[in-house]
């Protein structure tokens, strides 16, 4: 019986992986794809390129358009790039309200304006009515790569420190929220925002920074799992030092997830040295989008390829890579 694609294949966890091993990379083999990061290093340029299905598309904190923007700026700078340019695509269907259309096209505006990004280039087409979700949008992005940065899992070394930017779990949790018709507190909101200010930063302050990938699909679950599986080192979190917000927890209980599985829009981990790690957390914490950041692992010899975490009653368990359908149409 031949296989098809199912909503899992667009999770971001081990379906995700899998689509990309078997179908993928055996068609469109090169050095610069097989590197698997968020964008491609091109000689002093990186690129990268997304397609964002939310639904709604419209919630708490953002809507596509800001999603699609933030999204492109942030898989440009955790390669090591100062995002320059952006295209954007989009597929609209008949019936589409103008009004709706030019919030998403404002917010893109204001996004972009906040990273010091610009929109140069685009296409518009329209299909017919039920033939598209509203709206769907993709993007491309280059930026310069920062001379003296070599952001790549081959740097990562056993005893370096992992650093999250702030709470996991807040975009997906909104999400899910406007879905369920859940009601969370108004500071419960998306995460979406631009984080290439605060990672130049962040660079400046340690050039020699190993990894940083931005989590959103699949959370920093898959993300950790990628770095352990490129890297050969094992990862140890510590449960108590991550920070998760509990109406977020509270989501999870209510509806049977994880949070270290739950996408991010505005959250970054960073791979790097021992004795760097404070000073770049305090560059962090000198920005809006890094000022719940916090060291929250290491990487270690043991455990090559996997990562674990030390629980709150002081045992060690497995953090797999996500597994399933998880939460479909998040970014």
């Known amino acids: 019986m031949s296989k098809k694609i199912t909503m899992a294949h667009g999770a971001g966890g081990k379906f995700s992986a899998d689509l990309i091993k078997e179908i993928i990379l055996p068609a469109f083999d090169n050095e610069f794809l097989n590197e698997l990061h968020d964008g491609a290093k091109l000689g002093n340029l990186a690129m990268t390129t997304d397609s964002y299905v939310v639904r709604p598309l419209f919630f708490r904190g953002g809507n596509i358009g800001k999603l699609s923007i933030c999204g492109t700026v942030n898989d ?7 995002p320059k340019y952006i295209s954007v695509g989009a597929i609209i269907e008949e ?3 103008f009004d709706d259309l030019k919030k998403i096209v404002n917010a893109m505006s204001a996004a972009a304006n906040e990273a010091g990004v610009k929109i140069v280039t685009g296409d518009t087409k ?6 598209a979700d509203g709206i769907f949008i993709n993007t491309a992005g280059i930026g310069e790569l920062i001379s003296g940065v070599d952001i790549s899992a081959k740097n990562v070394r ?3 420190k992992i650093l999250v930017s702030g709470t996991v779990g807040d975009h997906a949790a909104t999400i899910l929220s406007e879905r369920h018709g859940l009601e969370l507190p108004e500071n419960i909101k998306s995460d979406c925002a631009p984080l290439n200010k605060m990672i130049f930063e962040m660079l400046k302050v340690e050039p020699k920074i ?7 699909r699949g959370g920093i679950a898959a993300v950790l799992n990628e770095i352990a599986t490129a890297a050969n080192v094992g990862i140890i979190l510590e449960e108590n030092k991550i920070p998760i917000r509990e109406e977020v927890r509270g989501v999870c209980d ?5 949070a270290l599985e739950l996408a991010n829009e505005g959250k970054i981990i960073a791979v790097v040295p021992a004795e760097s790690a404070e000073k ?16 929250i692992g290491e990487a270690t010899e043991k455990f090559q390829g996997k990562v674990g975490i030390k629980t709150n009653i002081g045992g060690l368990r497995i953090v797999d890579m996500p597994v399933g359908e998880l939460v479909p149409r998040i970014c």
């Open 158 to 160: 056993a005893g370096m």
């Open 76 to 82: 440009l700078a955790v390669t090591g790039a100062i």
């Open 254 to 258: 209510i509806l049977g997830f994880d």
């Open 95 to 97: 019936g589409f309200e």
């Open 210 to 216: 190993a990894m940083l990938r931005d989590a959103t």
């Open 126 to 131: 329209v299909v017919g009515k039920g033939q």
């Open 280 to 295: 770049i957390l305090a560059a962090m914490k000198n920005f809006e989008y890094g000022q719940n950041a916090a060291e």
